[in-house]
């Protein structure tokens, strides 16, 4: 499962704001497309069911929580390794399935390296100052080669958000750049942290600042905004990354965090991957969810799926 | 069905299809329709099979409406009518509230339904037809519960015939009724030949429910027993569907006193700016004629874009059009189903390979249509010129053209550059050019940035050879309801003599020539004829004898006056107190020449008073904005038509001129008014009082002469957009049935009392309203 470290590297641009400056984007528009889209495609049964595990390939599972522990982490590590109960998995025909990734804080990565060990589940590390990003640069960095030297095969890094909200795009592409540089061959996701830039042109503009500075995916949000990934806004970097590729044709990938709960929200992200980018985006690494409780209502939908009686919870392991 | 295993390597999304079961049990009880008439569904007659698009299945056997059906369903209706009309409103509402109770409790069934007879996407009968067509009867339940407070003094028109087309049958269904129904109206409605079922269905729920015999009666049957309920005697007539068909139905009515409205085709402009979101102006196309197959009147068919953005807005509208799925209605799957009918389909073709031999080319989805039924590959055509007959004609299919402008400037003229005027719509983030071009495009409805929305609250309805008349909110219930005609007084008619007559000398004194009034100047009639104006046997002077060509200049001189329309209701109001001033000063002069010419002195006073009145209402005949959706205001504008015909009663010759040339150019019109043809003096003279109240030249022209030939060259005459006229039932019928080649909104009435005729009913009917959508949220 593990990707090679070569696959789909955005080696960036120059900045150019020329790119972005200029972007228009109509708000009620973006949100009457993102909820056309989900009514306009329906799976049922077996593609249902095949689309939810597809949801579980590209799962970062996620604990990013103050009271993380290492016996913590490997409980969800254990989880992604088996993220589906013997009897579902046989009764969809599948041998082997893992999430897509794990990720974890800096000081947790040691203990999902060892969870995970053989199991070729990469570990991702958030960084940078995780959630809010407001740490000296230097500071930032280093977090980035601790979490690399902990054994970390991904960082999440934050951005600052005042860049944004200033316009500040110089500052903002080095940022991410020198990120990007201390990231060395692992990949890197840029968090925008979209509900704290609120608006709509704020999210395409800081996207791709962030692809331009190099960043392997563009993920919307920590988790710990007010309001974290919602589908306009996904649609908007989605665009993004779509115009970035016209322009470059590198392949950028993308990663929703947050707020995302159920197998619906699963379904609903893919179809709008693969009705604006392409069946290239349903694949891991182009498209990751960033998710927690997600997985739980998965695996009761694959369950009622293989065996037609509603689930429980309480008889599915916990992540 | 492939395994889990295999699905993950293609992604597919595999099929989502609609159950039908319950449909089809319901169409196999029921076999063969009757007709719906006074309550009960009657036997079966000559039949005729409705079938679905998208596989050739034969779903049912309906009956071909006679004149017998016809006329038992109007005589039902009309039994029927006095005792809905006299229900409370409140009482009517509980009715329409039933209905759409009922409906929502059906709303699956009527979904799949649908979807089965049109061939429409099962996603939109389910989220666009249904839903839209049960918020109008709610929204009409609320307008009988409010119809005393809130439209005093009107009255239901009586038995409305109604006719209705294949592309959203319960919907416009819904938009018919539903109104009617609010109003005290009771209805007899024909649904498209092509897809009868859900109005059978309804009239299923009318019975269910109780609603009062006679109420709702449902013919079904082709264009023959339409036109029988066109010929019927009902008081009423409601059409939607081809321009062709209502310029046929304006002509069977004409004369018949029966209202009309009538929602007919379009080419509508969608104008991309190059400060648009241009994804969302992709998504706009999609929505515009990629939406029910592309058989929408108001579909976004001719794609405008600036060409500062033309390479990439087509490059990615050609990237969408890749990921649209085309195949059966009944999957969820599915964005586009199967065109309604194998005669469409070939129209469609047909206008496409035109396009196309004319040097536009075609894009088109590489889509793998099923095999059988009437399907079309979506696309749209590059290259084509205002010439082409695919961007002249209405394809009604799933095909747009696409061309470029420079400027904000040449998007209009090229927008406007097209006989209908049903829809605009505007893409820009610049709210101030939007709204600009807004205002500056020939249409009834208008949406920024984003397209086919439609509420129940909000008019729709076009202007030009798109029709007249609007449904939904208030002026779509004004449609409904009759202002109780003024009492009539006979009038008798003119001499137009031109042969001179060596009577005794008309004036003594220096010689007045009364001329025409064209552009501000006075001018002599093309004919160099004059007609002598007689009282008693005497001739008290002579007018000019206008011609054809009198009215082809003032129309000219009165396009020439735009900036009219464009002032502000303030300025006009202020030229309309200046004419009441300057009347003033030579009100002796003028009550003198009618005395002299046994009319009533009083006139004059009156039409200072009038002056005043719309003065008045210049700047005050406000718009309004609609209860429609959230984030979006919905502006509902009175527009002026722009340049007006009025054709005078004979009789007060002053007064009954003023009455109706007052209101029109308060409005913004500017006007070409053929005066009383036997006392045209008494405006002749109100020339140097236009002049003098700074009256822009060309807002009133004036044409004196036969009433009757003047009135017939401006019905015929394609630049002239709305026409009133005073006169005999032969010169109306005349009128109406000349005005059919433009469809221009007329206005008939015969001589009445015009001491009183001013009010608010005038100034509706000098204006028509333009519904704007603008959307907000950040």
């Given at each position: 499962?593990?990707?090679?470290?070569?696959?789909?590297?955005?080696?960036?641009?120059?900045?150019?704001?020329?790119?972005?400056?200029?972007?228009?984007?109509?708000?009620?528009?973006?949100?009457?497309?993102?909820?056309?889209?989900?009514?306009?495609?329906?799976?049922?049964?077996?593609?249902?069911?095949?689309?939810?595990?597809?949801?579980?390939?590209?799962?970062?599972?996620?604990?990013?929580?103050?009271?993380?522990?290492?016996?913590?982490?490997?409980?969800?590590?254990?989880?992604?390794?088996?993220?589906?109960?013997?009897?579902?998995?046989?009764?969809?025909?599948?041998?082997?399935?893992?999430t897509g990734a794990v990720c974890v804080y800096p000081t947790m990565v040691g203990a999902a390296v060892r969870a995970l060990a053989g199991s070729g589940i990469p570990v991702a590390s958030?960084?940078?100052?995780?959630?809010?990003?407001?740490?000296?640069?230097?500071?930032?960095?280093?977090?980035?080669?601790?979490?690399?030297?902990?054994?970390?095969?991904?960082?999440?890094?934050?951005?600052?958000?005042?860049?944004?909200?200033?316009?500040?795009?110089?500052?903002?592409?080095?940022?991410?750049?020198?990120?990007?540089?201390?990231?060395?061959?692992?990949?890197?996701?840029?968090?925008?942290?979209?509900?704290?830039?609120?608006?709509?042109?704020?999210?395409?503009?800081?996207?791709?600042?962030?692809?331009?500075?190099?960043?392997?995916?563009?993920?919307?949000?920590?988790?710990?905004?007010?309001?974290?990934?919602?589908?306009?806004?996904?649609?908007?970097?989605?665009?993004?990354?779509?115009?970035?590729?016209?322009?470059?044709?590198?392949?950028?990938?993308?990663?929703?965090?947050?707020?995302?709960?159920?197998?619906?929200?699963?379904?609903?992200?893919?179809?709008?991957?693969?009705?604006?980018?392409?069946?290239?985006?349903?694949?891991?690494?182009?498209?990751?969810l960033g998710a927690s409780s997600m997985l739980g209502d998965i695996e009761r939908q694959l369950e009622h799926h293989v065996t037609g009686r509603y689930a429980s919870s309480s008889r599915h392991a916990l992540a | 069905m492939p395994t889990v295993t295999e699905i993950l390597e293609t992604m597919d999304y595999g099929p989502a299809p609609e159950a039908t079961d319950e449909v089809r049990a319901w169409l196999a009880a029921r076999g063969r329709f009757g007709h719906f008439i006074n309550g009960a569904f009657t036997k079966p007659g000559d039949t005729f099979a409705t079938d679905n698009p998208a596989t050739a299945e034969i779903l049912a056997e309906v009956t071909q409406g006679t004149n017998a059906d016809i006329a038992a369903a109007v005589a039902a209706a009309r039994r029927a009518q006095p005792k809905w009309a006299a229900l409370p409103g409140h009482t009517r509402a509980e009715w329409l509230y039933a209905i759409a109770r009922h409906l929502q409790k059906r709303e699956r069934f009527l979904s799949v339904l649908e979807t089965l007879d049109t061939g429409k996407p099962i996603?939109?009968?389910?989220?666009?037809?249904?839903?839209?067509?049960?918020?109008?009867?709610?929204?009409?339940?609320?307008?009988?519960?409010?119809?005393?407070?809130?439209?005093?003094?009107?009255?239901?028109?009586?038995?409305?015939?109604?006719?209705?087309?294949?592309?959203?049958?319960?919907?416009?269904?819904?938009?018919?009724?539903?109104?009617a129904l609010a109003a005290g109206n009771t209805v007899v409605l024909k649904p498209a030949e092509y897809t009868p079922?859900?109005?059978?269905?309804?009239?299923?729920?009318?019975?269910?429910?109780?609603?009062?015999?006679?109420?709702?009666?449902?013919?079904?049957?082709?264009?023959?027993?339409?036109?029988?309920?066109?010929?019927?005697?009902?008081?009423?007539?409601?059409?939607?569907?081809?321009?062709?068909?209502?310029?046929?139905?304006?002509?069977?009515?004409?004369?018949?006193?029966?209202?009309?409205?009538?929602?007919?085709?379009?080419?509508?402009?969608?104008?991309?700016?190059?400060?648009?979101?241009?994804?969302?102006?992709?998504?706009?196309?999609v929505d515009a004629i990629w939406f029910n197959q592309g058989q929408v009147c108001c579909a976004g068919s001719r794609l405008l874009v600036a060409e500062a953005v033309a390479a990439p807005f087509t490059a990615r509208l050609t990237a969408r059009l890749a990921k649209l799925r085309v195949g059966d209605p009944l999957d969820k799957c599915t964005d586009m189903g199967a065109i309604v009918h194998p005669v469409q389909l070939a129209r469609v073709r047909d206008l496409v390979s035109r396009g196309e031999a004319a040097g536009a080319t075609l894009v088109q989805a590489e889509c793998q249509l099923p095999p059988k039924g009437s399907f079309f590959a979506p696309g749209f055509l590059t290259g084509a010129q205002p010439a082409n007959p695919a961007m002249v004609e209405e394809i009604f299919g799933p095909v747009a053209t696409l061309s470029t402008f420079r400027t904000p400037d040449e998007a209009v003229e090229l927008a406007n550059n097209t006989r209908y005027g049903l829809s605009a719509s505007i893409w820009s983030e610049n709210l101030t050019l939007a709204l600009d071009v807004a205002a500056k495009v020939r249409a009834g409805v208008v949406w920024v940035n984003q397209t086919n929305v439609f509420d129940a609250a909000a008019g729709f309805g076009g202007t030009r050879e798109s029709g007249f008349g609007r449904e939904g909110g208030r002026e779509g219930m004004a449609a409904y309801l009759r202002t109780p005609d003024a009492k009539t007084r006979p009038e008798a008619s003119a001499d137009f003599t031109a042969t001179p007559r060596p009577d005794t000398p008309a004036t003594p004194g220096i010689d007045r020539t009364a001329k025409l009034y064209i552009g501000g100047a006075q001018k002599r009639p093309d004919s160099g004829y004059s007609y002598a104006i007689t009282h008693k046997g005497a001739e008290i002077g002579l007018a000019p004898l206008g011609s054809r060509k009198d009215i082809r200049n003032a129309v000219e001189a009165a396009h020439k006056a735009s900036g009219w329309s464009k002032a502000t209701g303030h300025n006009r109001a202020q030229v309309l107190y200046y004419i009441a001033e300057n009347l003033a000063a030579r009100?002796?002069?003028?009550?003198?020449?009618?005395?002299?010419?046994?009319?009533?002195?009083?006139?004059?006073?009156?039409?200072?008073?009038?002056?005043?009145?719309?003065?008045?209402?210049?700047?005050?005949?406000?718009?309004?904005?609609?209860?429609?959706?959230?984030?979006?205001?919905?502006?509902?504008?009175?527009?002026?038509?722009?340049?007006?015909?009025?054709?005078?009663?004979?009789?007060?010759?002053?007064?009954?001129?003023?009455?109706?040339?007052?209101?029109?150019?308060?409005?913004?019109?500017?006007?070409?008014?053929?005066?009383?043809?036997?006392m045209p003096l008494a405006v002749t003279d109100l020339y140097q009082v236009f002049d003098t109240s700074d009256l822009p030249g060309g807002v009133v022209n004036i044409v004196t002469g036969p009433r009757d030939d003047l009135a017939r060259t401006l019905a015929q005459h394609d630049d002239v957009a709305a026409l009133w006229y005073c006169g005999s039932a032969q010169g109306a019928a005349m009128v109406e049935a000349e005005s059919a080649a433009n469809l221009k909104p007329t206005w008939v009435m015969e001589n009445r009392d015009w001491t009183d005729a001013q009010g608010r009913s005038f100034l509706t009917r000098a204006t028509q309203i333009k519904t704007i959508w603008v959307p907000y949220g950040e």
């Open positions: 499962m593990s990707l090679p470290p070569t696959a789909h590297r955005n080696p960036g641009a120059p900045l150019d704001p020329a790119w972005f400056e200029q972007i228009a984007i109509n708000t009620p528009a973006a949100e009457a497309r993102a909820a056309s889209l989900t009514a306009r495609r329906s799976l049922k049964k077996a593609y249902q069911a095949a689309w939810l595990v597809n949801a579980i390939r590209c799962m970062d599972l996620t604990t990013l929580a103050g009271d993380d522990t290492e016996d913590r982490v490997a409980r969800l590590c254990a989880k992604a390794r088996r993220p589906l109960a013997d009897h579902i998995l046989a009764g969809l025909g599948l041998d082997q399935l893992t958030v960084a940078t100052g995780f959630p809010a990003g407001l740490m000296p640069l230097d500071l930032r960095l280093a977090e980035i080669r601790y979490a690399l030297d902990q054994g970390a095969d991904e960082i999440d890094i934050v951005i600052t958000r005042a860049h944004v909200l200033q316009g500040n795009w110089a500052a903002l592409y080095d940022e991410i750049a020198a990120m990007r540089d201390a990231c060395g061959d692992a990949h890197m996701k840029a968090i925008l942290a979209t509900g704290d830039l609120k608006t709509l042109r704020n999210v395409y503009k800081a996207s791709m600042v962030a692809m331009q500075a190099g960043a392997d995916f563009i993920k919307t949000s920590t988790g710990k905004e007010g309001v974290n990934a919602t589908l306009p806004v996904s649609l908007i970097m989605v665009r993004a990354l779509r115009e970035y590729g016209a322009r470059t044709g590198v392949k950028v990938g993308f990663k929703p965090a947050g707020g995302m709960k159920t197998a619906k929200d699963a379904l609903s992200w893919q179809i709008l991957m693969n009705e604006e980018m392409g069946r290239d985006w349903l694949r891991p690494d182009l498209f990751r | 996603r939109e009968s389910r989220d666009v037809d249904l839903p839209l067509a049960i918020r109008h009867f709610y929204h009409h339940a609320g307008w009988a519960e409010l119809l005393a407070d809130e439209f005093p003094g009107q009255a239901p028109h009586g038995v409305c015939g109604q006719i209705i087309p294949w592309n959203f049958p319960l919907l416009m269904l819904a938009w018919k009724v539903a109104p079922l859900t109005a059978l269905a309804f009239a299923e729920i009318c019975a269910e429910i109780g609603l009062p015999k006679g109420v709702v009666n449902i013919v079904t049957g082709d264009g023959v027993t339409g036109a029988a309920l066109v010929a019927a005697p009902v008081d009423k007539i409601a059409f939607t569907g081809s321009t062709e068909v209502g310029r046929a139905i304006r002509i069977a009515t004409a004369g018949t006193g029966k209202a009309l409205t009538l929602e007919l085709g379009g080419k509508s402009p969608f104008i991309v700016f190059a400060d648009a979101d241009l994804d969302a102006a992709v998504e706009g196309v009100a002796a002069e003028f009550e003198a020449r009618l005395k002299s010419t046994g009319h009533d002195p009083k006139e004059v006073q009156s039409t200072i008073q009038r002056a005043f009145y719309y003065a008045a209402w210049a700047d005050k005949f406000d718009g309004a904005v609609k209860s429609t959706k959230t984030r979006n205001v919905t502006l509902g504008m009175h527009e002026p038509f722009g340049v007006m015909g009025v054709a005078c009663p004979d009789a007060a010759p002053l007064l009954g001129f003023a009455s109706l040339v007052l209101p029109a150019i308060a409005m913004g019109n500017r006007v070409v008014a053929i005066p009383a043809a036997s």
